[in-house]
Antibody
Framework: EVQLVESGGGLVQPGGSLRLSCAASGFTFSSFDMHWVRQGIGKGLEWVSGIGSGGETYYVGSVKGRFTVSRENAKNSLYLQMNSLRGGDTAVYYC??????????WGQGTLVTVSS | QSVLTQPPSASGTPGQRVTISCSGSTSNIGSKDVYWYQQLPGTAPKSLMYRNNQRPSGVPDRFSGSKSGTSASLAISGLRSEDEGDYYCATWDDSLRGWVFGGGTKLTVL
């Protein structure tokens, strides 16, 4: 069974840092693009970042220079290093596999709250 | 303000057919495939439609997708109470060099 499990969310002060992790299982992780998508509380979905199977990275404009996506294929893991966090970054962060069927599947999400 | 425009809400009674629209531009829908995601209350999103009109395994054929020019649509026929939730369109945007989502449409089954 293909499964994605996020971890690392929590409460952080504005200006602080947090590192999210996504553990993948049930598929050949190294062969797929991977993505982070976030959802503010009661709001819609926003694509945050993606990393290709070859390591190329992509970011939404609002996080460029603050967030860094990376992957460790040997550990079947995806990461999102988030620095200089702002209130607007408060959201549930989902990791998702980039498949032919789109973002599929999605993890259960991890909540990041940026507040003093 | 989302790059892709969806109506904030849609509704129908059981058995009816409802359509959700998604409007974009030449840099996204006009030149790229459209994907649809279903998010039922309290759950993570799920892939519902890919490459404009293809259904992933397990998605009922009550769901169908189409694309024309810079717009796309998701149709749900034989509406059921378990279809109630939020629906999002998404595609790649060449100008932004990133994926973009619609604002989402909340579907209510009356």
């Amino acid at each position: 069974e293909v499964q994605l499990v996020e971890s690392g969310g929590g409460l952080v002060q504005p200006g602080g840092s947090l590192r999210l992790s996504c553990a993948a299982s049930g598929f050949t992780f190294s062969s797929f693009d991977m993505h982070w998508v976030r959802q503010g509380i009661g709001k819609g979905l926003e694509w945050v970042s993606g990393i290709g199977s070859g390591g190329e990275t992509y970011y939404v404009g609002s996080v460029k220079g603050r967030f860094t996506v990376s992957r460790e294929n040997a550990k079947n893991s995806l990461y999102l290093q988030m620095n200089s966090l702002r209130g607007g970054d408060t959201a549930v962060y989902y990791c998702a596999r980039g498949a032919g069927t789109g973002f599929d599947p999605w993890g259960q999400g991890t909540l990041v709250t940026v507040s003093s | 303000q989302s790059v892709l425009t969806q109506p904030p809400s849609a509704s129908g009674t059981p058995g009816q057919r409802v359509t959700i629209s998604c409007s974009g531009s030449t840099s996204n829908i006009g030149s790229k495939d459209v994907y649809w995601y279903q998010q039922l209350p309290g759950t993570a999103p799920k892939s519902l439609m890919y490459r404009n009109n293809q259904r992933p395994s397990g998605v009922p054929d009550r769901f169908s997708g189409s694309k024309s020019g810079t717009s796309a649509s998701l149709a749900i026929s034989g509406l059921r109470s378990e279809d109630e939730g939020d629906y999002y369109c998404a595609t790649w945007d060449d100008s932004l060099r990133g994926w973009v989502f619609g604002g989402g449409t909340k579907l209510t089954v009356l």
